[in-house]
């Protein structure tokens, strides 16, 4: 059984740039999350994705948006960066919404 | 604000001394989830607890949940420096978890 995947595991960009985050779900979850995590802080929800529909948001701008594929696979997409988007951006997939959520080992992204 | 409270945020201690983790919300959660998380990884499930007043161990560590399931506790015994780590509690809420601020905890040998 493979666990979830993240990809890149780093990145770097430049202000006002836009960036793509891909996850790869455990093999039989249908549901994804995506957390932004600042530097010495917890994991921040910005949304959710259950068979491929949107399941939830968090206090995150429209320029947070993302997409589930038939296969459950993610990508979270981030336009017009900002300084404060540097963080680490975890994604975990779960068998439903409301089942345990197991974690990528997410993807650095420093914006300068 | 942060809705699930965390205290200490950090802490560290010698090999051998035992801790108390708190993790405290004025609000009701489904369940509660204890995670680990090392430098450059993602979170490790450590537990789950649903029932109130729920108490589970997992080797040195005990977890609890409150009785009206707005809090929990995490207990190590003779902490030892693999132990080092943020410690992060998560609520679940509408399907969604909603995360404490985290606990450093550095075990020094």
């Known amino acids: 059984e493979t666990g979830v995947t993240q990809s890149p595991t780093h990145l770097i960009k430049t202000r006002g740039q836009q960036v793509t985050l891909r996850c790869s779900s455990q093999?039989?979850?249908?549901?994804v999350s995506w957390y932004q995590q600042a530097l010495g802080q917890g994991p921040q929800f910005i949304f959710q994705?259950?068979?491929?529909?949107?399941?939830g948001r968090g206090n995150f701008p429209p320029r947070f948006s993302g997409l589930q594929f038939p296969n459950y696979s993610s990508e979270l997409n981030v336009n017009a960066l900002e300084l404060d988007d540097s963080a680490l951006y975890l994604c975990?997939?779960?068998?439903?919404?409301?089942?345990?959520?197991?974690f990528g080992p997410g993807t650095r992204l420093l914006v300068l | 604000t942060q809705l699930l409270e965390q205290s200490p945020q950090f802490l560290s201690i010698q090999e051998g001394e035992n801790l108390t983790v708190y993790c405290n919300s004025s609000?009701?959660?489904?369940?509660l989830q204890w995670y680990r998380q090392e430098p450059g990884e993602g979170p490790v499930l450590l537990v789950t607890?649903?029932?109130?007043?729920e108490v589970k161990k997992l080797k040195r560590l005990t977890f609890q949940f409150g009785d009206a399931r707005k809090d929990s506790s995490l207990h190590i015994t003779a902490a030892q420096p693999g132990d080092t780590g943020l410690y992060l509690c998560a609520g679940m809420k509408g399907g969604k978890l909603i995360f404490g601020q985290g606990t450093e905890l550095s075990v020094k040998p």
């Open positions: 609000s009701v959660f489904s369940s």
């Open positions: 093999s039989g979850h249908n549901t």
């Open positions: 607890v649903v029932t109130g007043g």
């Open positions: 994705y259950y068979r491929e529909e949107e399941n």
């Open positions: 975990a997939s779960s068998w439903g919404p409301p089942e345990t959520q197991y």
